[in-house]
């Protein structure tokens, strides 16, 4: 399946206008950062995508399972951090990019099934594509 979005910058510094089918809604910088904080900034836009998919997949496995989940929310955080592992640590610091997520279930549901609903929020679509090698083609359109 093909999806399009389509993000256009305007006059206004950093502030776009993000098109997805019939839905559109602004993106911008934090004001820190040069931003009108006019709408989520990047990294907030890609949690929520991630944050959506667990919610959407968790919601989806238990109805299949008949489990008692009544909703669910997701809390993700973002942030780059320090490499635990890297070889040359003490030359020159290593980032990473990181993801938390923490997952809030409300229902009369066991261990067991929490366990296997954790379990499931690491094999919905958006998180294999994150942890799965992406190539990312980008190129000029003619005319440009």
């Known amino acids: 399946m093909s999806r399009t979005v389509l993000v256009k910058g305007g006059q206004v510094n950093y502030v776009q206008s993000v098109s997805v089918g019939p839905h559109s809604f602004p993106a911008d910088e934090p004001v820190e950062a ?8 990047p990294y907030e836009l890609l949690l929520s995508a991630l944050g959506a998919c667990v919610s959407i997949t968790l919601r989806m496995y238990a109805a299949r399972k008949g489990w008692p989940l009544e909703a669910v929310q997701v809390r993700l955080s973002y942030a780059r951090v320090h490499a635990d592992d ?3 640590c003490d030359r020159e610091a290593r980032m990473v990019d990181g993801i938390e997520v923490e997952l ?3 229902g009369d549901l066991s261990q067991e099934q929490r366990r296997r609903l954790l379990e499931i929020a690491g094999k919905c679509p958006v998180h294999r594509t994150l942890t799965s090698p992406m190539p990312i083609q980008t190129r000029l359109a003619s005319g440009s």
């Open 104 to 106: 809030f279930l409300t």
């Open 34 to 41: 040069g931003g009108r904080n006019a709408g989520p900034d």
């Open 86 to 88: 890297c070889a040359d």
